[in-house]
């Protein structure tokens, strides 16, 4: 019998915030069926013999090597029997009737593509969750860190009204479900996006093919963020601004694409500079200024190979 919801968690080394997640699913108060998929990126933190043990009806596939966050995922979509496909990542909280609120979402608009969950801090405070779809300007506006002062490259999502569903252009790829036929459409994520920037891919498809990406505030997830790609941080900051080229050269061309390497390798070189003189001026901030120097000198030095 096919499931109404195919839960997918993709994992890698996370073992004591998957089973944090996995007990919220099966907490969530709904009728719908479920059925539940984590497809493991060969971790060595013996999560999935635990997962096996304490949630037996949850669905494994485990892979011998870390293929990577969208292909991962395809994997279980390739088997999933759900009419809605709900990814979902691992360091995340489902809060009560989270799944049934983006299905209902998903219901009652009818030129619906995707929903995305309402996304909060361990604190409570709202997390950035949706984003305008990535441009030059856009770039260059949050690479010099002036959303601070007038939101361009992200929403004012803290005057939003919590209560009221809305149409936005990027959601982020914690908590997202979307309709089976809208991925036979569009096609699944894509692989070539090795990790990161697959969901604004995704979203992007979406739009284009004339469907709306829904932000569901009612269907909210606390999401712990970052946890598997904290094992490597640099690596995956480089990582980041690789599949941003990519996005740009997929959708935008070539000469967009090589505008915004130009753009970055400015903005990285300026965000070196100033994060020098912080180190000199206050010594408190030393520790985080180091971090970011080194990120950006590696980014500088990455570019010309993106």
Partial sequence: MNADVSLIIVSYNVCNFLL????????????????????DNASTDGSMQIVKEKFPQVNQIVNEKNIGFAAANNQAIRL???KYIWLLNPDTIVEPFAMQNLVTALQEEPQAGVAGSRLVNPDGSLQ???????????????????????????????????NKTRSV???????????KFVL???????ESFFMYTEEVDLNYRIQKAGMKNLWVPNSEVTHFGGQSTRQSQTAMFLQLYQTKIHFFRKHYGNQQAERYKQLLAITAWIRVKFS???????????????????????????????
């Fill in 20 to 39: 944090n997640c996995l007990d919220s699913v099966f907490k969530q108060s709904t009728a719908l069926k479920i059925e539940v998929w984590v497809v």
């Fill in 276 to 306: 020098s003189i912080q180190i000199k001026i206050n010594k408190a901030s030393s520790e985080k200024s180091h971090y970011l120097i080194n990120n950006y000198q590696h980014l500088l030095n990455a570019l010309p190979g993106f």
């Fill in 184 to 190: 036979d459409q569009v096609g699944l994520l894509d």
């Fill in 80 to 82: 999933a029997t759900g």
């Fill in 169 to 179: 252009d990027n959601l982020q790829g914690a908590s997202l479900m979307v309709p």
């Fill in 128 to 162: 950035s969750s949706c984003y305008p779809f990535p441009t030059l300007f856009r770039e260059t506006w949050r690479m010099l860190l002036l959303d601070h002062f007038l939101p361009v490259a992200n929403y004012a999502m803290h005057t939003w009204d919590i």
